[in-house]
Structure formats: C-alpha cells, structure tokens
C-alpha cells in the first residue's frame, strides 16, 4: 500500500475506533457554533477524497452519492439513522483501499494544477495525497473537539 493512502487509511481507522459507542444522537447532533456535525464530516473526508483524487483529475468517482451530499459547502441535510452510519464508517475505508488500487493505474495522469482554499498549490496526485493527510488531520479534530460537545446525547 502506498504509504500515503496507508496514513489516512490509519487515520481513518482510528477515528471510527475512536467514535464506537456514541449514540446516532451524537452523531446527529450540531454542537453550538458549528454548522454540521460528526457525520457530516465523516462524510466529507469521502467526499473530498473523492473530489480531491478523482474529481480534481476527470475520473468519475467511485462514492457519487457522498460527494454530492458532503462536498465543501453543504450541511446536513437531514438526521442519518444507523444503516447510513455504518454505510459512512465501511465507505471510509472500502474507498481509500479503491484509491491505494487505482493510484498505480495510471488513471491520475491528468491531474491539472490548483490551489486548495488553504493557499496549498496542488499539481499531481501525489500532492492531492499530501494534501489529503492535512484534510483528514483537519477534520478528525473538529470530530473530536464535537465528540466531547455531544457525548452527553
């Protein structure tokens, strides 16, 4: 596994471990001061791999439905119940696993210059996996500072 993708892998794999036992209240639930909660953002650590990796590079994306719903600049739009919680958890790593096959395929040759809304120049994907490292950093934090603000629920 190409140690980038094995990183967030382990990130990821942490942060579900990390959530086992919150309520699907919890999960739901918009702390004051915030404007989504736990599983929108375990949502879009999807939907911005996806949008990052393959979007960013003309490949369709292997989770469409997570990057519509959880892309930067959406909110939740309704309470998820369990099934999609644990459609979220299994999607986090069947989708980095789907990166760590695709990444040696070739299908990222395209990848055009940009630059994230961090100030961040991305020109290749192995800069979007830089990047994505940061992201996932980013939000495990925010999950975790909401953990605390929401496990009363």
Avoid at 49 to 71: H, I, N, W
Avoid at 122 to 133: C, K, N, R, T, Y
Wanted: aromatic share 10%; glycine share 6%; hydrophobic share 40%.
């Amino acid at each position: 596994m190409n140690h980038q993708i094995l990183r967030i892998k382990k990130t990821r794999e942490s942060l579900i471990n990390q959530l086992a036992g919150i309520s699907i209240e919890a999960y739901n639930k918009i702390p004051d001061g915030f404007n989504n909660n736990i599983i929108w953002n375990m949502g879009h650590l999807i939907a911005a791999q996806q949008g990052v990796c393959y979007v960013r590079a003309g490949v369709k994306p292997v989770t469409e439905q997570y990057f519509s719903l959880y892309k930067p600049g959406t909110k939740p739009e309704h309470p998820v119940d369990e099934n999609e919680v644990e459609e979220i958890k299994v999607t986090l790593l069947t989708s980095i696993n789907q990166l760590d096959i695709d990444y040696p395929s070739n299908i990222f040759t395209n990848y055009p210059s940009w630059t994230t809304r961090y100030g961040v120049e991305i020109a290749s994907i192995d800069d979007a996996l830089q990047f994505l490292m940061y992201h996932e950093g980013l939000h495990t934090g925010i999950i975790m500072s909401m953990k605390k603000l929401v496990a009363f629920y």
